[in-house]
Structure formats: structure tokens, C-alpha cells
């Protein structure tokens, strides 16, 4: 037996861990590139502001500024550091479906990333400071992977993961790869370089040399992100993982056909500039939709206003 | 640095000067009963493995091994709840590494003794929801029970199964200065600590692996199994019976263990906004496949907010209704809904009065001498020498709103006097007892702190007391308040077989050389 609102903040928590270490990815590999490049190619820091969808809507346009906002604000519901109090505190009431080691280990995240938040800023820490939430994300991933039974509980973190990666994957692309492919003087700006470090923020890159696509092109990165059905981050991947997750729950079927209807325009989806970006954010309502449609399944209103839920339930789109 | 040395000193370090108050141990001059060290400084029989192994560590070690343990239990989570300006703030379960140790025989004894009055507390609840014959047979005057905050007349003429009521029950035990285990009072409505008591084990493993591998320390962690099978045997007619537990939510100050006992017994932890009752009176659950109806609940709710409908009417943490599902027989809820009426202070005096009258048998554990201010004579005596006594109001629980008389100022024993002038129903005294010490680990010293010890009790066809129960101490020099909320600690609590006694020496040697060592 699962509550509906257990399964709420289950579902929330795997989405807000899967944020943090999305967002720690991005910021990892956007460091690197800095000292990748040339210093005659300009990397501006702003273009990160998109993932969250927050440029123009905050005072941040330095590395450090943009770097503290998607990593220490507290007042950033999507920052790293919101990210795990959020995750750790939903689990927190739903801490009696969890094995023991996987609430440990949220536990240690979050004992980890709020007493060294501000270490992400240094950009001599941050590097250490990163990897380590990283390693934590993917530690407790495994953890539930191999103590969790196949129940109801397990499903709904496996919904809020898989639903959660296809979204910021989309917002990653649409803020790195849609100004590149729109660059008409590519070599100019060492777009190899930064494609393989777009892929290396998806942890693509092996995928990609794996299929010998190289040498570095534009179109086959974004093909692979989007389509790939056997690289596990790619979002097909995650529609198709969401939709088995969701043939394991009851009452699935408008759920499931939100899903597909998500899949069909995927496969629409072509690697050139404006169609690329007229398809992500297409694949970001149609991700919206499914959400909603969960929402209503399984989550109806319960009488009292949760205290938990954080007050920022989406993200500003 | 041995422990003997260090009780020494620590008593003269407190007495000297953090200290400015008169205390229970100067107040009546009686030497202080230790729990690991006879009058001589001597560890006592059941200590003895321990004590040996606390010397050889010496103090750094020691330290070394509670350090290691405080950062277990912050990366376990194992926290409390506190309030300050009205806010509900999670603390990390204080611990000190330092065991408390209890002899096999004696905790036998203290098993039979709490067996027997929880088998009577039940008989006398089911007497009063029923036919008072306990009123009607003049043991209990009728003004007691009709003063009673916690009787609930809503509960009249409920038959719950086995004519149990308090299923599950936290008795607070102390020691005096003599040697003497009193029951200081019975927790029947929502007690906590059970979990703290599991997860201490757990830490003092670890602390001393070695000793545990080497002696024979009784395991407590049957526990959750007991109360499982336990809940499970109260369901009503069903097939394969859903049971929960029922917290008011996040901020409660016992949540970590609500959902530590689901977590252990594998059943969910529920709200009352999850659950509703049905048009036929059966309760439901909200689950992601619709409503699913639920047949037994551990409650951790207090009886008047559990129905809205029955009690409270403004309460948001019960359910509309549960009363009504319980009466029917839908559902069993434990502790069943009116079991506090028999841990009232005041009501407390007469207890080994209904054990008389209900088994026709003799306390086997004492009661601590109660004096009942509702009496006018036996309330003179307390307001004459009120810096004797300790004053407890009869309707608070966690160690709120007591009086400590011999600590206090002169304003407040002013002030408490004419609490119990204005409402003498209210209020109950005791004499003060001294309270057992342990040595227990304080900036870096070794140090008496005084303790009490709260076993846990669960009733229904059978019996079934936890090994020892949770110690907890009072980690203010000459301190007698234990309550976590009042800057008490804990410690884990060992019930060892005499290593002394032969047959146990034996088995002790030989599953060492079977391990191997």
C-alpha cells in the first residue's frame, strides 16, 4: 500500500536529486571548458542561466555570480543546494519506505552539500566540491538500485528520475547546443571543443566516440542526446523508462498516453538550430503535460496544505 | 585514569561549586547509588567485564569512541525534535558512550513486577469504560475518577480485544540511594524512546565490539517484531490485515521514531489527511490505486485529537469518524482511545491498591510514596515542607511544569504553593528521590550523572518486556531532569548475566574460542 501523498514527495525527491546532480554536471563541465579554450574565445557564463530558465530574471552575470546562483542560493529552489534540502526533507516523510543505506546516504548528501556549499563558488574548490555531490548522486542511485524491492515506492523514484533527466537534458541542449549549431563560423570558436564538452555534461561523450561518430559533429551530438534509445541518457531513453515505470502502476493509461504522445513528437525532432529549439520546448510542455496528468492520477488534493512541498512546485517556464 | 578515580573527583566537582543549589545528593546526605561502581568504588558483579574494558581504553580512547558516535548518529539521522520560538528544530539524538548495566537476575524481578501492573492498569481500564467495579467496591473513590482529564465518557462500554486497552506502555524506573527500583510513573498513552533505545544498541555496538563479542549483553532488537505480531493479533476478522501507524506529522518531537517503526515493521506511516471513514464506517487509506481500507492503527496521535467528530472538534491531526469505526469493531486502534485515564498522577497513589484488588497479589515493584493534594491533610503536609518534595502536575507529561523543591527559589516555591492552593486536583508530590548515577563521559572527564530508565511493555494475549529499556541521564552536573527536551542524553542499556556465574563464564569462553579468539 502507497499513499498518494508518499508517492508525491517520492517522486519530488527523485526529481530534486536528479537536478542537483544535473546542474552539478553543467557547472563541472563549463569550468573545464574555461580552461579548455583559448583566452580569445569568450566564454560567457550567462548562457547557464537558461537551464533553469532564469536569465533576465536574476542580477547574475559573472562566473561567480551565475555559479553561486545554481549552486549555493538558497533562494534558487532549483540550486544545487536547494535541490538536496528539498530532496532530503520530501524523503524525510517517506523515510519508513526507504532501506536504511538509502537514507543514509541522502542524508550524507545533504549533511556534504550544506556544510560545503560555498566551496562550489571557489573556482579552486569547486572542482572537488562537485565531483563529490556527483559521486553522492550516483552512490544513492545504485543504492536504490540494489536494496529497493520493484513496488509501487520504487517506481515512483524511478518516474521523478527518468522525467526529471529527460527535462533538464532538453534545457541543457536548448542552452548549449542551439546557439552552437547556429554559430556560422564554427571553427572560429572551437566548436569541437565545446561539443564534446556539452556531451561530457551529459555524460555522452563515450557514447558518442563509442558509435564512431567522430570527429566532432554538431547534428550527430544532438541526434544522439535526443534519439539514442540504448544510451541511458538520452531522452528517448527516459520516455521509454518513464513509460514502463509506468505499465507498473495502476491507472496508468492517460498517463501513458501523455507519454507517447511526448515520444511521437521526440521522433519529429530534427539537430538544426530553430527546429531544434521550436522541438525542445515542445518536448518541455509535452513534459509538463505528462507531469500534470501524474498529477491528477495519483496525487489528488488532500484536505490540508502539505508543509513539506516546497512553495516552487515547476520551475518558471 | 580509572573510573573509581574519576567518580571521586567528579562528585567533589560538583558539589564544590556547580552546584549552587542544594541537591537530592546533599539534601539528605545518603551516598549517591551507582549503577557500574559499589559504595567502595568497586565495579559490581554484572559491570565488571565493562569497567575493566573502560580502564584499559583510557580517556582519549574513550573519547576517541564517542566522537565516532556522535558522528554515526548524525549520519544515521537519528534526531529529536525541539521547540523554540515556535519552531520545530531537529537535533541529533544525544548519546553518551558509557553503558548502563543491569544484572539478568535483578531484571527478571523488575520484568515480573512491570508484567503485573500492566496486567492490572488493563483490567482496571476495561473495569471503568464498562462496570466500575472498582468504584462500586469502594478502591477507588468516585471523585478521583470523575476528576480525571483523561477519562473519556465517549469510550463508555467499548470492548477492545483481550480487553486490553494500553497495548503498549513506557514505565519511567528509578533507583534510590538504598538500592530501592521504584515505578515513577506509567506512559500509557503515546510513549516515546523505544526507537532510541534500538539505535543506541546499534551505536554501542559498534563503541565496544569487542565486549559484545565476549560477554553475554541480552539483544533488544526483537522489539518491532514483538509490536508487529502483536498489532497484527488485535486486527479484526480479515485476511492478511493492513496495519499502520498514525503520526501527527514532521514536527511532532517523536516523528523520527513514528517513521522508525514503520520503517522497522514494514507498514505504512500515515496522517490523519490520509485516511478518512467510510460511509460504512470502515477506515480508508488514500493510496495511488484509490482508497484501501486499513485495519489496525498504532496511534501516536494524543486521544483528543483523534476524532474531530468524538473529541476535539478543531483538530486537524485525527480523523473524522475513527471513533466510530473503532466502536464498530472496523478497527483496532492501540493504544486503544481513553487508556490514559490510567496513567494520570494522580491516579498513579492508587496503583498498587488495584493491583491488590484486581490479582489479589502483592506489588512486586514499588510505587514511589505519593502524596495527593485533592486530601487537604495530605495537602498541609506538602505545602508545609514543599522544598522536600517534587511537585508534578497530573495532566503534563515530558518533564514540563515540575517542581523540583529543594532546587528551587524561593519565588517559585511561591508561586507552586498557590498553583496548588488554586487547583489542588491538579497536583501531586513525591518525595525526592536521589536517582541512581552512571559515569557518564562530560568535557572530556568522567563524571556521576544520575539516571532513569524506561522500559517498554507491550500487552495483548501475551506479555512482552524489552531487555533493559532507555536509560536516560541527566547531563547537568547534580541534574534530575532526563527529559531530551530539558538537555537530558541517553545512554544504551545492558542487561548482562553475572560473568561471575559459572555456567555463563563457561558459555562465554567457548563461544569466544569458537569465534576463534
Redesign the interface.
Known sequence: ???????EQLYWAARYVERAEMTARVVSEHTHLLVDLPTTVPLTWEPLLDVPGARGFVPATTEREVVAYLLADADNPSSVLSSVVTARSNL??A????S?EA??AV??LY?YVTSHHSEGVDRWSRGRFLDRVIAETQRLDGILATTMSRD?TYQ?LRLGRSIERADMTGRVLDARAVPLLADLAPGAKHTEVQWAALLRSLSALQAYYQRKLAPMSGPAAVRLVLHDPDFPGSIEHCLGEMATTLTE???ADASLTATEHARRSLTRMFGFSDALHDGLLGLRHDLAAVHDQIHAT?F?P???PD??MPSVATRAD | MTIADDRVRGRERTRSRERPAPTAATADSRPLWDELLDADGQPRPAAGALVEHIRGLGLSELQARQDAADLDI????ITFTVYSDGRGIDRAWPFDVIPRVIDAAEWRTIEQGLTQRLTALNRFIDDVYNDQEVVRDGVLPAEVLAGSANFRPACRGAHPAYGVWAHICGSDLVRDADGTVYVLEDNLRVPSGVSYLLENRLVSKRAFADLFAHQSIQPVDDYPDELLSLLASLAPDVDEP?IA?LTP???NSAYFEH??L??RMG?????G??LFVGPDDHLY??????P?RVDVLYRRVDDLYLDPEAFEPTS?LGVPGLLRAWRAGHVAIANAPGSGVADDKVLYAWVPDLIRYYLGEEPLLPNVPTLRCCYEDERRQVLADLGDFVVKPADESGGYGLLIGNQATSEQLAEAAAAIEADPRRWVAQPILSLSTVPTLCDGKIEQRHVDLRPFVLTGQRNYVTRGGLTRVALRAGSLVVNSSQGGGSKDTWVVEDSSHPATAASATAAASAAGR
Not at chain 1, 95 to 98: K, P, S
Not at chain 2, 74 to 77: A, K, P, Q, S, T
Not at chain 2, 267 to 271: I, K, N, R
Request: no cysteine; hydrophobic share 45%.
Open positions: 500500500m502507497l499513499l498518494a501523498r508518499v508517492a524525510r516523510s523515510r519508513e519506505m526507504l536504511r537514507w543514509e542524508n550524507n549533511l509501487a515512483f502502476l495502476p491507472n495519483y489528488p488532500v484536505p490540508l508543509p513539506v | 548524525l549520519g544515521m539521522g493492513t501507524v506529522g514532521l514536527h517513521s522508525f514503520a520503517q507498514v505504512p506511516l500515515v496522517e489527511r490520509d487509506a488514500r493510496t495511488i490505486g484509490g484501501r486537524l
